[in-house]
């Protein structure tokens, strides 16, 4: 059920989502990136899950995060800031990031981390 909200909520956007994520069901996959399976790790704790995982692809850092900038806010996320890639939904941050990875390692041009952390309380 919800991963079908999730594709409608994403067709008007001409935007699309190729796939969710495996370790974090409700984050969605940008077209183009693939999840780099065994390299994330999920935690639950009393605070609230962890989870951190990685994908690749063919595609500018400026695309990725105009799409997520605009697909996450349809899913709940807020954006915080106007530079940086953080997401506050209920409980939860979300932060993207491109951490730059050892030459030859993923043979992508582009590696994105995601990981989503309880919220700091304030």
């Known amino acids: 059920m919800m991963l079908l909200a999730c594709v409608l909520l994403l067709a008007p956007t001409g935007l699309r989502a190729e796939a969710f994520s495996e370790l974090a069901e409700d984050l969605p996959l940008m077209a183009g990136l693939t999840e780099y399976p065994g390299h994330g790790l999920v935690f ?6 962890i989870v951190e995982t990685y994908a690749g692809g063919e595609l500018t ?19 915080q800031g106007v530079a940086g890639m953080h ?17 030859g390692e993923t043979g992508d041009a582009i590696l994105v981390r995601f990981r989503i952390s309880p919220r700091p309380q304030d």
């Open 87 to 103: 997401f506050v939904r209920e409980d939860e941050m979300l932060t993207i990031d491109f951490p730059i990875s050892p030459a």
């Open 44 to 49: 639950d704790t009393p605070a609230g899950r």
């Open 61 to 79: 850092a400026g695309a990725i995060q105009r799409f997520y900038r605009q697909t996450l806010s349809q899913l709940g996320w807020t954006a």
